[in-house]
Every structure is written in structure tokens, then in C-alpha cells.
């Protein structure tokens, strides 16, 4: 019996990579790290540039539309992050096949996953 390593996927006849993050994992660097941005009415954006303030970020999309969220790992944003939760691509972003398809393909888990950046994106300043 062969068993598949839970960090790669044979996708087309080729092995991909999956991508894991923690679930915990700062909204900043997951919005940094991801580039995708769902909205409300549940359209995917693409992702120009992210800028933090404290506990708000302003993000700026392809579309160049100018979003002001707080930086919450618990709030709708982080969560239909986690979730996948989005309706369609926006036109506007153009956000390429290749990206959703890695979108699809990355998961988050409880405990693991990325911690190389756990006390540089965070809200308090590292002991």
C-alpha cells in the first residue's frame, strides 16, 4: 500500500506542493503571503498592496479599489480566507487560473504549518 505525502498532490500528472499555513496565523501575513482579498458580496480580488497601522490594514487591490479592514483573526475576512468562501474572480483583478488553483490547493490546520514569521507580523513586539 503507497501512501501520498499530505504535502503534495498530483495534480494534471505532475506533483504540486500544498501550502499550509496554521490557522491562528496573522491576518497580515496570510493577506501578504495569499494575495487574494474576498469581498462582501463575495468576490475574489487580487491583491496590490497591503499597508498596516496598528489594528487596521489598508489594502489595495488590482482593481484598484482602496479597502480598510482590522487586522482580526476571528473577523469574516480571515475566516472566509480560511474557509474559501468566495463567490467568483472579479473581473477587474484578472486573477490568474494558476493562483486560484493554488488557492484550492492550500490548507489550514490547527497546529504546524508556517511559524518563521510568527513574532515578525505580530500585533505585539516579540519578548
Known sequence: ???????????GG???????????????YLINRIK?????????????????????MTIITHCNQKVCVRRSNNGRLA?????????????GC????WKLEKYSRTSFIKEGGHEGYLFKYSKTAAP
Open 79 to 91: 475566516r472566509w480566507l480560511r474557509n474559501k468562501w468566495y463567490e467568483k474572480p472579479c473581473q
Open 14 to 28: 505532475k506533483q504540486k506542493k500544498k501550502r499550509v499555513f496554521r490557522k491562528g496565523e496573522d491576518l497580515y
Open 1 to 11: 500500500m503507497e501512501t501520498q505525502s499530505p504535502v503534495t498532490t498530483e495534480v
Open 36 to 56: 487574494l482579498l474576498p469581498s462582501h458580496k463575495g468576490i475574489l480580488h487580487g491583491v496590490r498592496s497591503v499597508k498596516c497601522r496598528g489594528n487596521m
Open 94 to 97: 484578472r486573477v490568474p487560473g
